[in-house]
């Protein structure tokens, strides 16, 4: 009968060093392991235990399934076969133990013997060999295909790198070897259900004993030593993250994406040094994985800037297992170029397979700088007048519905009389040249559908949504306390607005302030209203279009669908750009960028963004749902000499012209 005899061939001696083996490398592992714990416990607390199932359920999904890592195809696939083909040789391995070490010795019983022996080593034959395809692929990768978002790494991370490909090769390679070595001696009745080992016999055969069974040895104290030196290593290197993300996973932030935690105020706001961080942000810098889905996403990087997110999170995670931390954190570790450089897009978070949260620590650097008054001159120039009149723009808060005064119908002064949706417009919308014409048109869209709708003239205030991206905190909360005030004091059912910044803010990060009536951003009203039959269109546009997702109304709020079928609805054909819903290139407006100067680019993300829109074969149109993004786009078509190809107009300019 088929039966797992764990240490054929193998001397008592080699048994007990086994054995030895297993036991140190039990206490390097968690020696390793602990020298991670420790330092995460250098941050700051914060609590991260809230909804267990969701965290665990994260975990599973994840960690486990790993759904964000094979979106990317070719990596996803080279990836879940090592994963999967190790998990299931590592599963092997614990029956074997058991069923030798356990059973064997204590109840004089084996349960891998007959059928399920046959089938146990079938199915680790098979399995096994994607470990070997998954293998192949990154090699090919690494050598042949070459892609950019792996290149520029330091050269200690590139070693690292190779030694975890080859001792996985070396060990999985070996562990084939000695089982074809026992076959090629043994030759059971059953060696063909053991395809590959079987296969690898066939080529030893010819040597005979004692050749074989010495080489079996030999090959069996290699195999053994090169796996218990990779455990013992696993938290040495790169495939640490095998612990620290599933760990970040589970401890991620289970809020809204568009709500920022409020400063954390210790030597001052912000991150004055590495141990300002929370411990779970130090744990986020642990456990990127070096893959650079980040980077290939990032607007600033593409643009020519200095920012890498993924270098910046190696940096910090270098930094904090430096022994004595003698480098200046700003200026050394880090510069200012770098944490200025961020459009707050929220791409890095969204695509990072370990769910790290690049943005929020940009941010707490942010607040230390703002605080240090290390600061571009045209963002502090804003931020003066938006302390002082409350948009950016150093306009009177008086002219702020001056875009109104030409309408047909005055607009209701939500502050004096009750309405049923209260229009919060938002700065670029009340005071940019470029967005004005779509708000009016939005109003005219409102006065057709016969919407009681208010605004609330003068009294309104920036919502603060990029203040509190730069890093002003302070004046984020006195926008925030002026704001909340005149809402409060208004009788209205729903809060709408065009602006998807705007939007972002007052549904994620007002507390209340919106007073529990729902805040929905223009599209998502339209789109009810259109469902509902309430609005018909009086013709149907021919328009050949693509849309751009606003980065605070898709990745932030995933509002995809519902532009698209206004969109749709009023008879356009939209074609949509390569990079398009939760992989959407930003404008570059974001985190504040758009009051900065633009210094050190090669190439706007605007002017990226309008070059691809206009590659798409007969498309006539970028269509936007952002007043921001009319500015940025508008501008780029100008500066790349598109005027005759593209056209940029907010989708409720669609809607306008259909009504």
């Given at each position: 009968?088929?039966?797992?005899?764990?240490?054929?061939?193998?001397?008592?001696?080699a048994e007990i060093a086994q054995y030895v083996a297993a036991?140190?490398?039990?206490?390097?592992?968690?020696?390793?392991?602990?020298?991670?714990?420790?330092?995460?416990?250098?941050?700051?607390?914060?609590?991260?235990?809230?909804?267990?199932?969701?965290?665990?359920?994260?975990?599973?999904?994840?960690?486990?399934?790993?759904?964000?890592?094979?979106?990317?195809?070719?990596?996803?696939?080279?990836?879940?076969?090592?994963?999967?083909?190790?998990?299931?040789?590592?599963?092997?391995?614990?029956?074997a133990t058991i069923d030798w070490d356990v059973t064997h010795?204590?109840?004089?019983?084996?349960?891998?013997?007959?059928?399920?022996?046959?089938?146990?080593?079938?199915?680790?034959?098979?399995?096994?060999?994607?470990?070997?395809?998954?293998?192949?692929?990154?090699?090919?990768?690494?050598?042949?295909?070459?892609?950019?978002?792996?290149?520029?790494?330091?050269?200690?991370?590139?070693?690292?790198?190779?030694?975890?490909?080859?001792?996985?090769?070396?060990?999985?390679?070996?562990?084939?070897?000695?089982?074809?070595?026992?076959?090629?001696?043994?030759?059971?009745?059953?060696?063909?259900?053991?395809?590959?080992?079987?296969?690898?016999?066939?080529?030893?055969?010819?040597?005979?004993?004692?050749?074989?069974?010495?080489?079996?040895?030999?090959?069996?104290?290699?195999?053994?030593?090169?796996?218990?030196?990779?455990?013992?290593?696993?938290p040495y290197t790169k495939l640490s993250h095998l612990f620290?993300?599933?760990?970040?996973?589970?401890?991620?932030?289970?809020?809204?994406?568009?709500?920022?935690?409020?400063?954390?105020?210790?030597?001052?706001?912000?991150?004055?040094?590495?141990?300002?961080?929370?411990?779970?942000?130090?744990?986020?810098?642990?456990?990127?994985?070096?893959?650079?889905?980040?980077?290939?996403?990032?607007?600033?990087?593409?643009?020519?800037?200095?920012?890498?997110?993924?270098?910046?999170?190696?940096?910090?995670?270098?930094?904090?297992?430096?022994?004595?931390?003698?480098?200046?954190?700003?200026?050394?570790?880090?510069?200012?170029?770098?944490?200025?450089?961020?459009?707050?897009?929220?791409?890095?978070?969204?695509?990072?397979?370990?769910?790290?949260?690049?943005?929020?620590?940009?941010?707490?650097?942010?607040?230390?700088?703002?605080?240090?008054?290390?600061?571009?001159?045209?963002?502090?120039?804003?931020?003066?007048?938006?302390?002082?009149?409350?948009?950016?723009?150093?306009?009177?808060?008086?002219?702020?519905?001056?875009?109104?005064?030409?309408?047909?119908?005055?607009?209701?002064?939500?502050?004096?009389?009750?309405?049923?949706?209260?229009?919060?417009?938002?700065?670029?919308?009340?005071?940019?040249?470029?967005?004005?014409?779509?708000?009016?048109?939005?109003?005219?869209?409102?006065?057709?559908?016969?919407?009681?709708?208010?605004?609330?003239?003068?009294?309104?205030?920036?919502?603060?949504?990029?203040?509190?991206?730069?890093?002003?905190?302070?004046?984020?909360?006195?926008?925030?306390?002026?704001?909340?005030?005149?809402?409060?004091?208004?009788?209205?059912?729903?809060?709408?607005?065009?602006?998807?910044?705007?939007?972002?803010?007052?549904?994620?990060?007002?507390?209340?302030?919106?007073?529990?009536?729902?805040?929905?951003?223009?599209?998502?009203?339209?789109?009810?209203?259109?469902?509902?039959?309430?609005?018909?269109?009086?013709?149907?546009?021919?328009?050949?279009?693509?849309?751009?997702?606003?980065?605070?109304?898709?990745?932030?709020?995933?509002?995809?669908?519902?532009?698209?079928?206004?969109?749709?609805?009023?008879?356009?054909?939209?074609?949509?750009?390569?990079?398009?819903?939760?992989?959407?290139?930003?404008?570059?407006?974001?985190?504040?960028?758009?009051?900065?100067?633009?210094?050190?680019?090669?190439?706007?993300?605007?002017?990226?963004?309008?070059?691809?829109?206009?590659?798409?074969?007969?498309?006539?149109?970028?269509?936007?749902?952002?007043?921001?993004?009319?500015?940025?786009?508008?501008?780029?078509?100008?500066?790349?000499?598109?005027?005759?190809?593209?056209?940029?107009?907010?989708?409720?300019?669609?809607?306008?012209?259909?009504?």
């Open positions: 009968m088929p039966i797992r005899e764990t240490f054929w061939n193998i001397p008592h001696w036991g140190l490398t039990i206490i390097v592992f968690l020696f390793g392991v602990w020298r991670h714990v420790r330092r995460w416990r250098l941050g700051q607390k914060v609590k991260r235990t809230d909804r267990l199932f969701t965290r665990l359920w994260s975990v599973v999904v994840h960690a486990v399934a790993q759904v964000r890592v094979v979106r990317d195809p070719f990596p996803g696939i080279m990836h879940l076969a090592i994963f999967w083909g190790m998990v299931a040789l590592l599963f092997g391995t614990a029956l010795l204590f109840f004089d019983f084996q349960f891998l013997k007959g059928g399920l022996y046959v089938a146990y080593e079938l199915v680790l034959d098979i399995l096994g060999l994607l470990v070997i395809v998954g293998l192949g692929m990154a090699i090919y990768r690494r050598t042949i295909l070459r892609p950019p978002r792996l290149a520029h790494l330091e050269r200690r991370y590139t070693w690292d790198d190779i030694y975890v490909l080859v001792m996985l090769s070396l060990v999985t390679i070996t562990g084939y070897l000695v089982e074809g070595l026992r076959i090629a001696v043994v030759q059971p009745e059953w060696a063909a259900w053991s395809p590959v080992g079987n296969l690898i016999a066939g080529a030893f055969v010819a040597a005979g004993d004692p050749t074989n069974a010495t080489l079996h040895l030999v090959l069996w104290i290699l195999h053994g030593g090169l796996a218990f030196t990779f455990v013992a290593s696993l620290t993300v599933p760990l970040n996973i589970f401890f991620r932030s289970l809020e809204p994406a568009g709500a920022l935690a409020p400063a954390w105020y210790g030597s001052g706001p912000g991150i004055k040094s590495i141990k300002d961080f929370t411990w779970k942000q130090l744990l986020d810098f642990d456990a990127c994985i070096r893959c650079g889905r980040c980077q290939e996403f990032c607007p600033a990087h593409a643009s020519g800037l200095s920012l890498s997110p993924r270098d910046l999170l190696l940096q910090l995670n270098s930094y904090l297992w430096e022994r004595e931390n003698g480098r200046q954190f700003y200026g050394e570790v880090v510069t200012a170029e770098e944490i200025w450089s961020c459009t707050s897009c929220y791409a890095c978070s969204s695509q990072c397979p370990a769910f790290i949260e690049h943005v929020t620590a940009i941010v707490d650097m942010r607040r230390h700088l703002v605080d240090e008054g290390e600061i571009d001159p045209l963002l502090q120039e804003a931020l003066n007048n938006l302390g002082r009149y409350g948009n950016s723009f150093g306009q009177s808060e008086r002219l702020r519905a001056r875009w109104s005064q030409n309408l047909p119908e005055k607009i209701k002064d939500a502050r004096r009389e009750p309405v049923e949706y209260l229009w919060f417009v938002g700065d670029y919308a009340s005071y940019n040249a470029s967005a004005v014409p779509a708000t009016q048109m939005a109003a005219e869209v409102f006065n057709r559908m016969g919407l009681d709708y208010g605004i609330l003239y003068e009294a309104e205030r920036n919502a603060g949504n990029d203040i509190r991206r730069v890093g002003e905190e302070g004046l984020f909360e006195m926008l925030v306390e002026k704001n909340s005030a005149v809402l409060k004091k208004c009788a209205y059912r729903s809060l709408i607005t065009t602006d998807p910044h705007t939007y972002n803010t007052l549904k994620n990060e007002y507390n209340g302030a919106s007073n529990g009536h729902p805040v929905l951003h223009i599209s998502e009203l339209l789109d009810t209203l259109i469902a509902s039959g309430k609005v018909k269109f009086n013709h149907k546009l021919d328009y050949k279009v693509t849309y751009h997702d606003p980065c605070y109304l898709g990745r932030y709020n995933a509002i995809y669908d519902q532009p698209r079928r206004v969109i749709a609805a009023t008879g356009c054909q939209l074609v949509e750009m390569p990079r398009h819903g939760d992989q959407a290139f930003c404008c570059g407006a974001g985190g504040g960028r758009i009051w900065m100067e633009e210094t050190g680019v090669k190439e706007r993300p605007s002017e990226i963004r309008v070059r691809e829109a206009a590659q798409l074969e007969g498309v006539q149109m970028l269509v936007v749902a952002c007043p921001k993004d009319i500015s940025m786009f508008k501008d780029a078509i100008k500066t790349c000499g598109l005027e005759d190809r593209l056209v940029v107009k907010d989708f409720v300019e669609l809607v306008h012209e259909a009504l």
